[in-house]
């Protein structure tokens, strides 16, 4: 017994020491009393009439554009506009070298002249035959060969009008005309150089007046660009707007007039087309601009500064401020930001007060220490409603 009693005495001794410890721990920690309360700035939620757009890279390009490949081969004797001219639909702009093609024309011509006149003659030796046969003066043989023969020259008069037509198409192709009125490029062949029907191109024509900048959009946006497209006031309505190369504002609205058929299986996204008006020629077919379109969060908006936001796993959170300055963390639905702002769609009420600075240092329940969350901007420079921005 008396070798028990000396093992077990040092753990009553321990267990002695552990509550004297704990007892002095809650003794301090009383003396201490409660967390001291966390600086924040604030910020008083409230509506704000802001203009809110999403933005997408898009080209250029022409609605009407044409190639003009040489119809026919030969060298090119005749060059009738400037490179960079503006041109009508039917205006002469090339010729090639019509010669062969006018005396294959002219050919083609006399053979139709003598298939005319030996079809006259068949239809003349037709006829006699025929009031022989009623007379019973002439074999019957005699009369089918007749008629055959006036039915194989009326064949030859329409392959000889047949090869006219031809030739002459030629001979027309040999001049080229402007397929429609726009603007004709830098030509791609000099005066005198041999052209290649089919395979020469010899410029390009395009109408820049409307023109139209191609974007390409995700899948989850296909919905409301249709319904944009088929929105009358958004096609009166500045809801397209560019962004010209040096960050330029261009100034006239556009509307949709296209949306492609399929999405890219490359890329999973479909390609919409804009119409904007082009008076003074500033857009070119082929420049990169950015295309402005309204997103829903415009007019007047609950708003929060964007340092006020806490992601967790995706989704966003603010911390109100509630009685006793005790902060509770609350789940937002978030818009458009907008020059240090954010758009709130849903989760806040106007006249809350959030924490706008300081979040970091946060927890749920805990107490902070503001000044007047009315007026939160002269104090901690936070809370000045933004200036509505594109």
């Known amino acids: ?106 050919e083609a011509q006399a053979q139709l002249d003598v298939a005319k006149t030996n079809y006259d003659r ?56 402007a397929p429609l009125t726009g603007t004709i490029g830098i030509s791609q062949v000099k005066l005198g150089a041999l052209v290649t029907q089919g395979q020469t191109l010899l410029n390009t024509v395009s109408a820049e007046d409307p023109i139209a900048v191609d974007v390409n959009i995700g899948e989850a946006d296909i919905t409301r660009f249709l319904e944009l497209q088929n929105n009358s006031s958004a096609r009166q309505d500045s809801v397209f707007t560019l962004m010209l190369p040096g960050n330029q504002e261009y100034s006239l609205p556009g509307k949709i007039v296209t949306v492609d058929r399929a999405v890219d299986p490359q890329t999973g996204t479909l390609r919409v087309r804009v119409q904007f008006p082009n008076p003074k020629k500033l857009l070119k077919a082929g ?53 240090g702002k954010t758009v709130v769609r849903g989760g806040l009420k106007q006249g809350q007060t959030i924490v706008s600075d300081g979040v970091q240092n946060l927890r749920q329940g805990a107490v902070v220490q503001v000044g007047d969350p009315s007026q939160p901007a002269a104090a901690q420079g936070q809370g000045q409603p933004a200036a509505s921005g594109k």
């Open 287 to 339: 420049m990169n601009v950015s295309v402005r379109v309204r997103n829903q969060d415009n007019g007047n908006q609950l708003v929060i500064p964007t340092k006020a936001l806490v992601e967790q796993l995706g989704e966003f959170y603010v911390y109100v401020v509630g009685d006793s300055n005790k902060v509770a963390q609350q789940k937002v639905a978030t818009g458009a930001k907008i020059q």
């Open 122 to 177: 068949a239809v003349q030796d037709a006829q006699r035959y025929e009031r022989l046969d009623k007379l019973d003066a002439v074999a019957k043989q005699q009369v089918d060969i007749a008629q055959a023969s006036r039915a194989n020259a009326a064949s030859q008069v329409e392959a000889a009008r047949a090869n006219l037509r031809s030739v002459n198409l030629d001979l027309n192709h040999a001049t080229i005309t």
């Open 1 to 106: 017994m008396t070798w028990n009693s000396k093992r077990v005495w040092p753990v009553f001794v321990s267990s002695a020491l552990l509550l004297a410890s704990c007892g002095s721990k809650d003794e301090e920690a009383q003396q201490q009393g409660p967390p001291p309360a966390v600086p924040v700035a604030v910020y008083k939620v409230q509506s704000e009439d802001v203009v809110s757009t999403d933005t997408y890279p898009g080209t250029v390009v022409p609605l009407n554009e044409v190639q003009l490949l040489a119809e026919v081969t030969g060298f090119l004797t005749n060059i009738y506009v400037q490179d960079g001219q503006r041109v009508t639909k039917g205006q002469k702009l090339y010729t090639i070298d019509r010669t062969r093609y006018a005396a294959a024309a002219n």
